[in-house]
């Protein structure tokens, strides 16, 4: 007799063989170290809310959190800090523009959303900082929780982003000087460029989404990491923004809250069913796995996980 876990195996080792082939959209170069990743790596992982995990592929293989972090620090200001407080410095509205847009408010120069990298380098600056718990000990303490797994940094690709990322540095004294950034911009983006190094793997990031998608509690640990508000909320940010000026073509036709990064990696999230990963490499020009987002578009049709 097959079952419902036999169905999601089947799914997504069909979904792996079908487009293993796929070799359009190119690997991320603005960071050197990045470009030196094997681009035929793909990696499809889904963790349930008992924590069951399926996986086809490269789930085990390790690369860097980028973008991808952001929906996760976004959570853990939220906790910190309350949703007002949070949207003083960073509003929720769909931005329309790419990941690195110079996205200030008129007037207020908040930036669009915690998802486009302007928003997100105030996200994380508003993590607390204290001598007892420096910012990033805070930040990668957060990420390894909702991993369920201690985490670490890749320096290679921290060193590499730190000595070529001038727009993000640019865009923190940009912010800087219009107002919405409560620290120092050197400090505010060190710390956004090591949360983008941190090293995760598919099955990783499945775990991190399910714990979104289980109200803050990790499915594989039982760790409440954030408050189910929280997760409630940061949910919402990646169906409106997530996937940012390609979010409403997304939430179209995969029916999902998600989010990309330049590495390769998306997460998507099923509230109260699962969360979900992919890993592939090549990119198209949002910034977006190409087999990633047509793995997990033919899952979502395939097991009727489109929301709307
Ligand atoms: O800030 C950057 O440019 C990178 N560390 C992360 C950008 C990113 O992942 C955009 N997402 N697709």
């Known amino acids: 007799m097959s079952t419902a876990a036999d169905a999601v195996t089947d799914a997504l080792r069909e979904l792996h063989a079908r487009f293993a082939g796929l070799r ?22 889904l963790i349930s809310m008992d924590g069951h995990r399926y996986s ?26 309350g949703l007002d ?23 207020t120069g908040r930036p669009d959303n915690a998802m486009v990298n302007a928003g997100a380098i105030i996200t994380t600056a508003l993590i607390p900082d204290t001598p007892d718990a420096p910012r990033f000990d805070r930040i990668l303490d ?3 929780r909702f991993a369920g797994r201690r985490l670490d940094v890749d320096e290679q690709v921290y060193a590499s982003e730190a000595a070529t990322g001038d727009r993000n540095r640019a865009l923190a004294y940009l912010l800087r000087s219009t107002g919405p950034l409560p620290v120092d911009p050197v400090a505010a983006i060190d710390t956004y460029f090591a949360q983008c190094a941190v090293r995760v793997t598919a099955l990783d990031l499945a775990a991190m989404a399910a714990t979104l998608a289980h109200g803050g509690v990790n499915p594989l640990t039982g760790d409440a990491v954030v408050p189910e508000p929280v997760a409630a909320q940061v949910l919402a940010v990646m169906a409106t923004c997530g ?11 995969v029916g999902l809250p998600a989010k990309s990064g330049v590495s390769g990696g998306l997460i998507a999230a099923g509230p109260a069913r699962f969360g979900l990963a992919a890993y592939s490499p090549r990119l198209d020009p949002t910034g977006t796995s190409v087999r990633g987002r047509a793995a ?7 097991l009727g996980l489109h929301l709307m």
């Open 296 to 302: 997990l578009g033919a899952l979502s049709e395939r």
């Open 56 to 81: 086809a592929g490269d789930a085990a293989a390790p690369f860097t959190l980028q973008s991808v972090s952001k929906p996760f620090v976004y959570a853990l200001a939220l906790s910190a800090l």
């Open 24 to 45: 359009d959209g190119l690997v991320a170069d603005y960071i050197p170290q990045l470009a030196l990743t094997d681009p035929d790596a793909f990696g499809l992982a």
């Open 142 to 144: 957060g990420l390894s």
């Open 243 to 253: 996937m940012y000026d390609a979010s409403g073509d997304w939430l179209l036709r």
């Open 85 to 107: 407080e949070v949207c003083r410095w960073v509003n929720a509205e769909p931005s329309g523009e790419a990941y690195n847009a110079v996205s200030l408010e008129p007037g």
